[in-house]
């Protein structure tokens, strides 16, 4: 038996525990979608009409373009909801937080062979902005819709299997990871990213004519945070960055 003589963080203590993950996302007022079947409902032809969080957090539904095209699929090292190229199969939790001044979320998916192209949005109706992450042209892009500020990043190989990416905004700074790995980050003094933000997974928002953004993957996993997970001056962002780094440890 090894025996450490060190006061370890909070989060390096949950293991492999679902359960004390999503109690200790709950206490940040975070949210979690797991995609495993028990958490989906499901129509008569089986298409995904909910996705249940694994913390006190609202229903996801089907975004307005998304007409029962949603499904759940297995594939090697990863299950989750399946997302095809060009057909809109994106959900959305509304209001997910009251101001997108302060945020991250966190995504664990693998990628057909083509491109995933939307992952995450926080999109800012009111502003009539938005904020995503993306797979394209072999990077990770995180951005927002008006071009006021971006940080990017290679996805690496294909055949690492399934990968959990990390981005935040706070300060007017960019922030994107993968996995536990050290944020890049970009600074900007002009950009419109505030206020209430709906959480698009898989597509960017309701619109129906953006078909060359919806990408082909499975998602297993969804984190969003109300604070910046990857702002290590903030003591409460970096606690909630050891939970999620043990989580994902364990998970991958």
């Known amino acids: ?71 759940y699929k297995a594939v090697p090292g990863l299950s989750g909801l399946e997302f095809v190229a060009e057909r809109n199969c994106g959900f959305v939790v509304p209001a ?32 009539r902005n938005y904020v995503f992450l993306a797979e394209t ?9 008006d071009n006021s500020g971006s940080v990017s990043l290679p996805l690496g190989p294909r055949d690492q299997g399934p990968r959990w990416l990390v981005a935040g905004f706070s300060g007017g700074r960019f922030c994107l990871a993968r996995g536990g790995d050290a944020p890049v980050m970009a600074e900007t003094s002009r950009h419109e990213i505030g206020g209430p933000g709906d959480l698009f997974i898989g597509c960017r928002s309701h619109r129906a004519g953006l078909l ?36 994902a440890l364990w998970s991958e």
């Open 1 to 71: 038996m090894l025996t450490l003589n060190l006061n370890l963080p909070q989060g390096a203590l949950i293991g492999g525990d679902p359960a004390q993950f999503a109690k200790m996302l709950d206490e940040a007022g975070a949210a979690w979608y797991r995609a495993l079947p028990d958490d989906l409902e499901c129509g008569d032809d089986l298409a995904i009409t909910g996705w249940r969080a694994s913390t006190q957090s609202p229903l996801a539904l089907p975004a307005e373009p998304n007409r029962n095209a949603s499904f």
């Open 96 to 127: 997910i937080t009251r101001t997108a001044a302060d945020f991250s979320f966190a995504v664990r998916f693998a990628a057909d062979p083509g491109e995933m192209r939307s992952l995450l949005t926080l999109n800012m109706a009111a502003r």
């Open 137 to 145: 042209d072999g990077q990770i892009i995180f951005k927002t819709q």
């Open 212 to 247: 060359k953004t919806l990408g082909a993957g499975v998602i297993s996993d969804v984190i969003f945070w109300p604070l910046n997970v990857l702002d290590k001056a903030d003591p409460a962002a970096r606690a909630q960055a050891a939970v999620f780094e043990a989580h």
